[in-house]
C-alpha cells in the first residue's frame, strides 16, 4: 500500500489553506504583540489538546527565540503550563475555570491574551477571553472551521478558515513561528 496519494491530499490542502491566509490580520497579530512588548506588557496564551501544546510553544518561540540575547524581554506565560493549578480548579471549581482563574491572578489592563481553539467553542478559552475584555486586555483569537463564537469576540481574530482541525492546528503552528521569526528580526536590539 502507498500512502502517497494521501500525504499529497494533505499536503494540498494544507497549501490551499496557507494560501488563504490573511496577510493582513497576520501583520496585525504582529504588531499587537510588538505594542505589548514596547509596553512591557504581559501575554498570555492557552488552548486545549493540541491548541495547548501550541499554547507553549508559541510561549517558549517568544520567551526564548525572540528573547535571547536581549537585555529587555518578552513577557509571556503559557496559562497551559502549570499542571497543577490547571487540575485544582478542574477539580475543584470546573475545567470551564482554568484559564480565567489564572488570569485573575496576574492580568492587567492592557494585557494581551491569546486563545487558541481549532472550532473557536471551548468554554474555559471563551470565559478567558471574556474576562480579559472585561478588565481591558487586548484579546486574539486563533481559530478554525468557522471561527466560532471566539472569532466573534476576540478584538483580532486569525481564522484558518477549513473544517479540518490537523490543518486548522497546523496553520497555528505556522502562525507561532512566522510571527516569532518577524518579531525576532524587528525587535530593538535583536541580533537576528
Same mark, same amino acid.
Request: glycine share 8%; proline share 1%.
Given at each position: 500500500?502507498?500512502?502517497?496519494?494521501?500525504?499529497?491530499?494533505?499536503?494540498?490542502?494544507?497549501?490551499?489553506?496557507?494560501?488563504?491566509?490573511?496577510?493582513?490580520?497576520?501583520?496585525?497579530?504582529?504588531? =499587537?504583540?510588538?505594542?505589548?512588548?514596547?509596553? +512591557?506588557?504581559? $501575554?498570555? @496564551?492557552? %488552548?486545549? !489538546?493540541? *491548541?495547548?501544546?501550541?499554547?507553549?510553544?508559541?510561549?517558549?518561540?517568544?520567551?526564548?527565540?525572540?528573547?535571547?540575547?536581549?537585555?529587555?524581554?518578552?513577557?509571556?506565560?503559557?496559562?497551559?503550563?502549570?499542571?497543577?493549578?490547571?487540575?485544582?480548579?478542574?477539580?475543584?471549581?470546573?475545567?470551564?475555570?482554568?484559564?480565567?482563574?489564572? =488570569?485573575?491572578?496576574?492580568?492587567?489592563?492592557? +494585557?494581551?491574551? $491569546?486563545? @487558541?481553539? %481549532?472550532? !473557536?467553542? *471551548?468554554?474555559?478559552?471563551?470565559?478567558?477571553?471574556?474576562?480579559?475584555?472585561?478588565?481591558?486586555?487586548?484579546?486574539?483569537?486563533?481559530?478554525?472551521?468557522?471561527?466560532?463564537?471566539?472569532?466573534?469576540?476576540?478584538?483580532?481574530?486569525?481564522?484558518?478558515?477549513?473544517?479540518?482541525?490537523?490543518?486548522?492546528?497546523?496553520?497555528?503552528?505556522?502562525?507561532?513561528?512566522?510571527?516569532?521569526?518577524?518579531?525576532?528580526?524587528?525587535?530593538? %536590539?535583536?541580533?537576528?
Amino acid at each position: 500500500m502507498t500512502f502517497t496519494v494521501l500525504i499529497d491530499q494533505y499536503l494540498e490542502k494544507l497549501q490551499r489553506t496557507i494560501d488563504a491566509l490573511d496577510r493582513r490580520q497576520l501583520n496585525k497579530l504582529a504588531e =499587537l504583540l510588538m505594542d505589548a512588548y514596547q509596553r +512591557d506588557a504581559n $501575554i498570555f @496564551i492557552c %488552548g486545549n !489538546g493540541g *491548541s495547548a501544546l501550541t499554547a507553549s510553544h508559541f510561549a517558549c518561540d517568544l520567551n526564548k527565540g525572540a528573547s535571547y540575547g536581549l537585555e529587555k524581554r518578552w513577557r509571556v506565560i503559557a496559562l497551559t503550563d502549570n499542571l497543577a493549578t490547571i487540575m485544582a480548579y478542574a477539580n475543584d471549581v470546573s475545567y470551564d475555570e482554568v484559564f480565567v482563574e489564572q =488570569l485573575k491572578n496576574f492580568m492587567k489592563p492592557k +494585557d494581551v491574551i $491569546i486563545a @487558541i481553539s %481549532g472550532s !473557536g467553542n *471551548s468554554v474555559n478559552v471563551l470565559k478567558a477571553i471574556k474576562y480579559a475584555r472585561e478588565k481591558g486586555g487586548m484579546t486574539i483569537g486563533l481559530t478554525g472551521y468557522d471561527g466560532g463564537s471566539l472569532a466573534k469576540i476576540a478584538n483580532l481574530a486569525l481564522n484558518a478558515n477549513i473544517n479540518d482541525m490537523q490543518i486548522s492546528e497546523d496553520i497555528h503552528m505556522i502562525t507561532s513561528h512566522l510571527i516569532m521569526s518577524a518579531l525576532k528580526q524587528t525587535t530593538p %536590539g535583536s541580533n537576528k
